[in-house]
C-alpha cells in the first residue's frame, strides 16, 4: 500500500540557508500535518492543512512557512536556517473525515544544519 | 488543554517478558483518541494502537494491548512476550474532538526508551 512520501531524507544545510521539504500523502488522504523531532525530544506539532487550507498552527517559526497544493502534497519552507533548526522533520496524512483518527508518518526529513 | 504524561524515561525487560508502558493523558474533551506509536533507531514512527475514548473494551493489535481506564485517564500500553526488536522509543499520542471528522493534530508524550534484554 502507498505511503506518506517525503523528500529529501537528508539535507544538509548551513546557517542562514533555506531549506524546502516535500510530502506526498497517502492517496485520498486531504489532511497533511508537519511535525518538527529535536535530538532526544517528542515530536512536535508545527502546522497542519485541510483541503489545502490551513486547519491548526503549532509551534512553527516565523521563519518557516507551509502549504499544500492542488494535488494534496504539501512544502515546508524553511528560511534564515538555524543551528537549532537541526531535527528529523515528519509529515503526516489522515483521511479528514475519519472517526479513526490515524495519523500515517512519512518516514522523516533529517535537517542537519552547519 | 491537553497533555500527555509518560513518567518513565527508560525501561528494561527481559526477552520473552511483558512490559507495561504508562501513559496519563489530560483533556476536558468528551470525544478523543490515544494511540501508541513505535519509533526505532532509525527515525520512523510507527503505528502501534489506537482506543477511542467510547470505546468500551481495551483495543489490542498481536501482541499489543492498551489498558484504558478512563476515570484514571489512563492509556497504558501492554506488550507481550518481549522480542529483542521491541527496543525502540515509544510515545503515547492523543486527538481531540476526534468524531465529526475533526482534522486536529496529535500531541505526544516524551517517550519512554525500552530496552529488550536477551
Known amino acids: 500500500a502507498a505511503g506518506v512520501i517525503q523528500s529529501p531524507r537528508h539535507l544538509i544545510k548551513e546557517k542562514r540557508e533555506t531549506a524546502t521539504l516535500k510530502c506526498y500523502p497517502i492517496?485520498?488522504?486531504?489532511?497533511v500535518y508537519w511535525y518538527q523531532q529535536g535530538p532526544g525530544q517528542d515530536p512536535q506539532f508545527l502546522i497542519s492543512?485541510?483541503?489545502?487550507?490551513?486547519?491548526d498552527k503549532g509551534s512553527i517559526p516565523d521563519r518557516f512557512s507551509a502549504q499544500q497544493f492542488s494535488d494534496y502534497h504539501s512544502e515546508l519552507n524553511m528560511s534564515s536556517l538555524e543551528l537549532g533548526d537541526s531535527a528529523l522533520y515528519f509529515c503526516?496524512?489522515?483521511?479528514?473525515?475519519?472517526?479513526?483518527?490515524?495519523?500515517?508518518f512519512g518516514e522523516g526529513s533529517r535537517l542537519t544544519v552547519l | 488543554a491537553q497533555k500527555i504524561t509518560q513518567t518513565q524515561p527508560g525501561m528494561f525487560v527481559q526477552e520473552k517478558e511483558a512490559v507495561t508502558l504508562d501513559c496519563t493523558y489530560d483533556t476536558s474533551d468528551q470525544s478523543y483518541g490515544l494511540f501508541w506509536y513505535k519509533q526505532p533507531s532509525s527515525g520512523e514512527m510507527i503505528f502501534l494502537i489506537y482506543q477511542g475514548s467510547y470505546d468500551e473494551q481495551n483495543a489490542t493489535e498481536g501482541r499489543y494491548s492498551l489498558n484504558f481506564q478512563k476515570a484514571r485517564k489512563s492509556a497504558n500500553l501492554v506488550i507481550s512476550a518481549s522480542q529483542l526488536g521491541d527496543s525502540a522509543m515509544y510515545f503515547c499520542a492523543m486527538r481531540e474532538k476526534l468524531y465529526g471528522g475533526a482534522t486536529n493534530k496529535l500531541i505526544f508524550g516524551t517517550g519512554t526508551l525500552l530496552a529488550v534484554q536477551p
Open positions: 503526516a496524512s489522515s483521511p479528514g473525515t475519519t472517526n479513526t483518527g490515524e495519523l500515517f
Open positions: 492543512f485541510y483541503e489545502k487550507m490551513q486547519s
Open positions: 492517496p485520498r488522504h486531504d489532511t
